[in-house]
């Protein structure tokens, strides 16, 4: 593995755990901005982090920039939350995005677009899964699929989020400035803010854009960093807790999915939908939405770990219409699935069955258009997180 990387992740294995004080501070906000439902909150404190060792970079074929370009200073400050007069028409349709612009005072220009993001035909070559095993403490594993042989190309001793691209991730912090973003292939700037405690990181379709929360007692919501420029913008507080991105990227939608707007707060839709998911006490989050809206997929636990905070949802344990909440069929039958939404509409649907993965690609009309089945690489589940290739 590259130094800088090593050094990164040593760095941050460091970091003292963060103070309750701080944990419940968060969790007032997460709860505000997302689920509307009263929830005990517990978390696990990030321990050390340690990439897998031997050929990582070798893994990912990609075009990357082998150092990072000059900082630069890019306007950056923070931003009063904004209000909007009782008597402004537009106060009921738009949302104006609230919290600090440039947290930790990050200076960087970024890495460029990815170029990941692509209409699929056929599922490409390269699938990256997050697995885990058995057992409460059992922590994941990032295993890449190419050729149908499996390689490990993330050890996961703490918290790693993985871009759709397959390439790019967040390393979680528990407090302070000290989160890092970073690829496979070497490239990595750390100093970022981010809070995984209560509101994990949520990555756009393109790999470019990620929806992070800070751990300051004082911040009002969650923000945007844009990989490809460096930049920092906040968002709405409605959806600033762990959202989920519309299949095309163009649209953010709150964890509980009665809302979506853009990122700056514009063309505000409610999902009536939501009324049917959100009565049911088992109900646990939204996991993907396709591009115009229409479908979502929900996960369901038991009632105590259903509550805002202990789980990200990511299954798709019901498929259904966000205008009525009516239940779908998905175009394949499936165990235990994940579903990803493209920009097209068509969708992928990951099914971790015994002993399996199988992985199909269908079209907007639910036909399929390939499917994959790949060996078997967990006992506790199996997500699909890297599926674009540029």
């Known amino acids: ?21 701080l944990a419940a501070g968060a969790y007032r906000r997460a709860r505000s901005i997302a689920r509307r439902r009263v929830a005990t909150i517990a978390f696990a404190v990030v321990a050390g982090l340690a990439m897998a060792g031997g050929t990582t970079a070798a893994i990912v074929d990609r075009d990357r920039a082998e150092e990072l370009p000059p900082a630069v200073d890019p306007t950056v400050g923070a ?35 990815s170029g990941s993001m692509t209409d699929l035909g056929t599922l490409p070559d390269g699938l990256v899964f997050e697995v885990r095993q058995d057992g409460a403490s059992a922590e994941p594993t990032f295993v890449r699929f190419e050729g149908g042989e499996p390689q490990t190309v993330l050890q996961n001793d703490g918290e790693y989020f993985m871009a759709p691209d397959g390439s790019r991730f967040l390393v979680g912090s528990p407090d302070g400035c000290t989160g890092t973003v970073a690829t496979l292939t070497g490239d990595k700037v750390d100093g970022v803010g981010v809070f995984t405690a209560q509101c994990k990181p949520s990555w756009s379709p393109d790999s470019d854009r990620v929806v992070l929360n800070e751990a300051d007692a004082s911040s009002t919501g969650g923000y945007l960093l844009d990989l490809s420029t460096g930049e920092a913008a906040a968002v709405p507080e409605e959806v600033g807790c762990s959202p989920r ?19 700056d707060g514009g063309d505000r839709v409610e999902l009536a939908g939501a009324e049917v998911w959100n009565a049911d006490e088992e109900f646990t989050g939204v996991s993907s ?23 990200q949802a990511h299954r798709c344990d019901r498929y259904v219409d966000t205008a009525t909440g009516e239940v779908l069929d998905l175009p394949v039958e499936a165990q235990n699935p994940n579903v990803v939404f493209l920009a097209d509409g068509s969708m992928i649907v990951c099914d971790d069955q015994y002993g399996q993965i199988v992985v199909t690609l269908a079209d907007s ?26």
């Open 1 to 21: 593995m590259p130094d800088s990387i090593r050094e990164v992740l040593q760095g941050i294995a460091e970091v003292e755990p963060p103070s309750r004080d």
């Open 79 to 113: 931003t009063d939350p904004t209000t909007v007069p009782d008597d402004d028409p537009t106060a009921e349709d738009e949302a104006t995005p609230t919290g600090a612009e440039a947290p930790c005072g990050l200076e960087w220009s970024g890495w460029a677009p």
């Open 245 to 263: 991105w519309s299949g095309d990227g163009e649209f953010l939608v709150s964890s509980d999915g009665s809302v979506a707007m853009r990122p």
């Open 289 to 311: 939405v396709s591009a115009d809206l229409s479908r979502a997929c929900l996960q369901y636990d038991d009632a105590e770990t259903a509550q805002a905070g202990h789980t």
């Open 365 to 390: 009309d639910g036909k399929t258009m390939n499917a994959v089945q790949l060996p078997g690489q967990s006992s506790g589940g199996t997500i699909l997180r890297g599926y674009y290739t540029g």
